[in-house]
């Protein structure tokens, strides 16, 4: 039997550093979230929101999926962007893919990974739709970094077309939305394409941002 004796140890010790740190911490958390930033980002536990962005708990709002896919149908994520929008009044919504994705890989090589495949056909579609970019692609390897830059812009234009955005640019609240690549090798976040900062501007932003991949 597989304990966790450990991880409560750790926790224990990670509690006692904070409260040591700051001894209002955990009162203050437990009052309310206040972020500024919501993540949506993929479900690879080699990609930690809070410690790749170097923030606390409670400053970022965290969604993750299998190849952080933004998809219409998705009442989770659908749910978890509208509390953040219209109750947190998060300024920035972020769509962080990385470099290395399993799931964006096994559609880059054609490859079956079972259940996941009915999920990833989201991003099958998302290939054929940019089959001549990816055909340009030297090897594997790169062609499934090219899709996975190619789903980031593809999910931040499903984050703009929902209802939830619209509706808050068109009150006038201030919130952009961006798309974020994480490279596994180096710990970096990278800009993938422009930003969007209102309603009209996102197809133009799309745009764009499909010319920055190769």
């Not at 009044?89 to 769509?95: D, L, Q, R, S, Y």
């Amino acid at each position: 039997m597989c304990s966790l004796d450990g991880l409560f140890a750790n926790n224990r010790t990670w509690a006692a550093q904070r409260r040591s740190q700051d001894p209002e911490f955990f009162t203050r958390l437990a009052r309310q979230q206040s972020p500024r930033y919501l993540w949506i980002g993929c479900s690879d536990s080699r990609v930690p929101a809070n410690e790749i962005l170097g923030l606390d708990p409670g400053e970022v709002f965290v969604h993750r999926n299998i190849a952080n896919l933004v998809v219409h149908s998705d009442l989770n994520c659908l749910s978890v962007l509208q509390y953040a929008v219209e109750t947190l009044k998060v300024e920035h919504v972020m769509v962080v893919g990385h470099y290395g994705c399993g799931g964006v890989q096994a559609v880059a090589e054609k490859r079956s990974t079972g259940l996941a495949d009915n999920w990833l056909r989201h991003i099958e579609d998302i290939s054929f739709k940019h089959d001549e970019r990816l055909a340009r692609a030297n090897g594997e390897g790169q062609r499934g970094a090219r899709l996975v830059e190619l789903n980031v812009i593809e999910q931040v234009a499903n984050v703009c077309r929902t209802t939830i955005m619209r509706r808050a640019w068109y009150r006038g609240q201030r919130i952009e939305v961006h798309g974020l690549v994480y490279g596994l090798d180096d710990g970096l976040l990278r800009r993938i394409g422009s930003s969007v900062n209102n309603g009209q501007s996102w197809m133009q932003c799309y745009e764009e941002s499909l010319q920055t991949v190769a």
